[in-house]
C-alpha cells in the first residue's frame, strides 16, 4: 500500500461521474486543492490542503463504500506526493485555461459537423471559430470562444458527457494554440466572426466531415437529440435524463396540493421550487387554501419539479404535485412575481446548477456564508426545525460552506423553505439539498 499522501487516487470513475461530483465525495474531509480527472483510464488524482485530510478521507471509506450516481468507485492513496501541471498534461496540451478547447468524440455513431458542435457549445459563451478534422485519437475539434471563462465553463459542464443519447461522448482539454486559423465556412470548419469566407477552395468537391454521409441524425426536436439548451442539461444528467423526465414537456404550470395553509406561503413555494427551475410566478388558490399554482420558466424545469416533489412532506403535509391544465398565471393583485427575481438560481450557469436536482434528502447544503460563522451559530439558525444528527463547516475556493444533516428529509425540507435567502451574520445565505448520505469529522 502506498504511503500516506495528500493525493488520492480514485479509481473506476465512469463518464456520467463529474467533477462536482468528487468534490462532492471528499469535501466533508478538508480543503480540496486539486482535481485531475483521467477520463481515458476511468480514473482521477484528488488533492487534498493535507496529508491529515486525506488519511482522514481514507479511513472513513475503507469502513463505508463510496458510491457516485449508483457506480462504486474505489480510493487510495497515489504514489504522487504533489500533483503538477505536467500530470495533467497530455500532448502538451492539458489544465491550463486557454479560451481554445480540444474536443476529442468517442463512441462515435452519428455524424458530427460543426453546426452540432455549435449548437452544444454555444449555451456556455460566444463561439468565434471551430475546425473539425481526423486523428488517430479519433474525430476531433478545435473550439475558440471570445472568453477564456466561456471555455472554461464549457469544459466543466460537459466533460465526459454525451452529444446523442448513449454514443458521441465528449472529452475535453485546454488547447496550448492562441488563435485558429480557418479558411473556409462549411460543415468541416467555420468562422462566426466572418460569414464571408468561400465554403470551399475553388474546384474542390464538397466532402463528408465523418464516416459514411448517408447516417441519419437525429432530428432536432426528437427526445434523441439534446438541443443547444437541452445538450448542457442532459450532461448534467450523466447524458440522459433522469428516469420519467422526458424532456419534450411543454407545460409550465404546475399544480401543487395537499399543503399546509397555515404555514405555506408563496415564498416558502419559491424556495422549495426554484431548486428545480427559476420561477415566473406563484399564486395560492384562495378558494382552494391548500392548492397553488407555481409557473415555472419551462416545461422541462415544471418537469423536474413534479418528478423531484411529488410525494414530498412539507409542514406534515405529502405534497401532490401534478401539471396544471392552465398555461401560465395570468398577472394580478393575487399572484407574486419572481421573474426578475436575484434569487432565481438558473439566470447563470444552468447546466450547473440542474446536476444537483434531486428529491428532498436529510441533508441540506449551506453557501455565501459569512466568513467568521460558526458551526453554533448555523446549529442556532436552523435548530428550530427540528433535530440536526451532525454538521460540517468547511471552505472551497476560499468561501465558507456548510453541511447539515437532520433526523428526517421532512425536517431538512423545512428548514430549506423557511431559511433559504435569510439573514445569518449580515449574508443573505443559500440552502439546497446535499445527495452526500453523512459527514465526518477529519481525525485530529
Not at 480540444?102 to 458530427?112: A, D, G, K, Q, R
Amino acid at each position: 500500500m502506498a504511503e500516506p499522501s495528500k493525493v488520492v487516487h480514485v479509481r473506476n470513475v465512469g463518464h456520467e461521474i463529474s467533477e462536482n461530483d468528487l468534490l462532492q465525495l471528499f469535501q466533508p474531509f478538508g480543503v480540496i486543492t486539486k482535481l485531475v480527472m483521467l477520463r481515458a483510464k476511468n480514473q482521477a488524482l484528488l488533492q487534498m490542503q493535507d496529508v491529515p485530510s486525506a488519511i482522514a478521507a481514507l479511513q472513513y471509506y475503507a469502513n463505508v463504500q463510496p458510491s457516485i450516481r449508483g457506480r462504486n468507485v474505489y480510493v487510495q492513496f497515489s504514489s504522487h506526493q504533489e500533483l503538477t501541471t505536467m500530470d495533467q498534461n497530455t500532448q502538451g496540451r492539458g489544465d491550463e485555461p486557454n479560451r481554445i478547447l480540444l474536443v476529442t468524440i468517442h463512441h462515435m455513431l452519428y455524424p458530427i459537423t460543426v453546426e452540432v458542435l455549435h449548437q452544444v457549445f454555444s449555451p456556455h459563451g460566444f463561439v468565434e471559430k471551430i475546425v473539425t478534422f481526423q486523428k488517430s485519437a479519433g474525430f476531433q475539434a478545435l473550439i475558440q470562444y471570445q472568453l477564456r471563462q466561456s471555455a472554461v465553463l464549457a469544459r466543466t459542464s460537459l466533460q465526459g458527457r454525451n452529444i446523442y443519447d448513449g454514443c458521441c461522448q465528449l472529452d475535453i482539454q485546454f488547447s496550448n494554440l492562441d488563435e485558429l486559423q480557418v479558411n473556409y465556412n462549411n460543415d468541416r470548419s467555420r468562422d462566426f466572426t466572418n460569414p464571408n469566407l468561400p465554403s470551399e477552395q475553388k474546384g474542390r468537391s464538397s466532402q463528408s466531415g465523418y464516416g459514411d454521409a448517408a447516417v441519419p441524425f437525429p432530428q432536432v426536436g426528437t427526445t434523441q437529440f439534446m438541443m443547444a439548451n437541452a445538450a448542457a442539461i442532459a450532461a448534467a444528467f450523466g447524458g440522459g435524463l433522469p428516469p420519467g423526465v422526458t424532456g419534450t414537456n411543454e407545460r409550465c404550470t404546475v399544480l401543487v396540493s395537499n399543503l399546509n395553509p397555515d404555514r405555506i406561503d408563496e415564498d416558502k413555494l419559491f424556495n422549495l421550487f426554484s431548486l428545480y427551475g427559476n420561477i415566473i410566478r406563484i399564486k395560492l388558490l384562495r378558494n382552494k387554501p391548500d392548492h397553488a399554482l407555481v409557473q415555472m420558466g419551462d416545461g422541462f424545469q415544471a418537469e423536474l419539479a413534479v418528478h423531484f416533489l411529488k410525494g414530498a412532506i412539507l409542514f406534515g403535509k405529502r405534497l401532490e404535485v401534478n401539471f396544471s391544465k392552465h398555461p401560465n398565471i395570468t398577472q394580478g393583485a393575487d399572484t407574486h412575481e419572481y421573474i426578475n427575481s436575484n434569487l432565481n438560481r438558473f439566470n447563470r450557469n444552468a447546466a450547473k446548477n440542474y446536476r444537483y436536482c434531486c428529491s428532498p434528502t436529510k441533508m441540506i447544503h449551506l453557501s455565501t456564508l459569512p466568513q467568521d460563522v460558526t458551526e453554533e451559530e448555523i446549529v442556532s439558525h436552523l435548530e428550530e426545525h427540528g433535530t440536526i444528527v451532525n454538521t460540517k463547516l468547511f471552505e472551497m475556493n476560499g468561501k465558507k460552506q456548510a453541511l447539515v444533516m437532520f433526523e428526517t428529509e421532512e425536517q431538512a425540507t423545512e428548514a430549506l423553505v423557511c431559511k433559504h435567502a435569510s439573514s445569518l451574520g449580515g449574508s443573505i445565505i443559500r440552502i439546497s439539498f446535499s445527495q452526500l448520505q453523512s459527514i465526518r469529522e477529519n481525525s485530529q
